[in-house]
């Protein structure tokens, strides 16, 4: 079983509570989950260390300044351990075997990259609607619309590392 780093950047922690649990309560074990903070309120700072206290494989990382959520990613990048990188909004949140059939279904199809429909809700957890992904992706399809949720997507750390950050 192949380690998986998550990688959650933080400015606003509204949703963070849920966003971490669904990460954390993954039925795929073999996880690391690695928080970027980018914001500079202290309080709300204290409450992502309440949040995460005694979890297991859990980073959190504090950012000097805000940066942004590509750059604090970037930085989760550089710490992640993991052969296989996954992204989590921290307004978004996963299902419970998200990881488990996405790392399956990228082993069993020899995948270096790949992403999921995903349902859009709103701040009262009802549904709103939902994207479905496309089965094949090309660049062409890229260029006229990009519906990637970056908070489906799992990639290989080796790909990525091939790239500059």
Request: proline letters at 1%.
């Amino acid at each position: 079983m192949n380690l998986v780093s998550i990688i959650i950047p933080v400015y606003n922690i509204t949703f963070f509570r849920e966003a971490f649990i669904s990460a954390y309560n993954q039925s795929y074990k073999k996880k690391e989950i690695i928080i970027i903070y980018d914001n500079n309120k202290k309080k709300d700072l204290e409450i992502i260390n309440k949040i995460i206290y005694k979890k297991k494989n859990t980073k959190l990382i504090n950012n000097k300044k805000n940066i942004g959520a590509g750059f604090s990613r970037n930085i989760g990048i550089k710490y992640a351990k993991g052969s296989f990188l996954a992204f989590l909004d921290s307004d978004d949140r996963w299902s419970k075997d998200k990881l488990k059939i996405q790392i399956k279904f990228m082993k069993d199809e020899k995948l270096n990259f790949t992403h999921t429909s995903y349902n859009i809700i709103d701040e009262k957890n009802k549904l709103i609607g939902n994207q479905i992904a496309n089965k094949i992706l090309t660049y062409n399809n890229l260029l006229n619309s990009c519906d990637i949720g970056l908070s489906t997507v799992v990639i290989k750390k080796k790909i990525l590392l091939k790239q500059k950050l």
